[in-house]
């Protein structure tokens, strides 16, 4: 059973710093792209940052570029997101998706979801 479990999530203030981590299971990490998206209140989801396991490449959203980094640990089927400089508008539930192959900004390209950890900025 493919399985990809958020964890990390919580209450911190405007300035502060998270760490989120994403858990797989149930399929050959080495050969899939994981990418973080979030949803706010009323607003559509949107990705956040994508990684390939097998290659390396990194993408970033404009609106968190030099805050926030992407990183793996492949022997544990470990995905990360670093956020630092954190800002109320970062206030959102975040998810982890799974695809096979490449990275994709597209949520619908992504074949798994976790059930998302939430994360409000206070200001």
């Known amino acids: 059973e493919v399985q990809l479990v958020e964890s990390g999530g919580g209450l911190v203030q405007t300035g502060g710093s998270l760490r989120l981590s994403c858990a797989a299971s149930?399929?050959?990490?080495?050969?899939?792209?994981i990418g973080w998206f979030r949803q706010a209140p009323g607003k559509e989801r949107e990705e956040v940052s994508c990684?390939?396991?097998?290659?390396?490449?990194?993408y970033y959203a404009d609106s968190v570029k030099g805050r926030f980094t992407i990183s793996s640990d492949n022997a544990k089927n470990m995905v990360y997101l670093q956020m630092n400089s954190l800002k109320p508008e970062d206030t959102a539930v975040y998810y982890c998706?799974?695809?096979?192959?490449?990275?994709?900004?597209?949520?619908?390209?992504?074949?798994?979801w976790g059930q998302g950890t939430q994360v409000t900025v206070s200001s």
């Open positions: 998706g799974a695809r096979a192959g490449a990275p994709s900004q597209q949520q619908s390209a992504y074949d798994y």
């Open positions: 149930g399929f050959t990490f080495d050969d899939y792209a």
């Open positions: 990684s390939s396991t097998n290659d390396g490449l990194t």
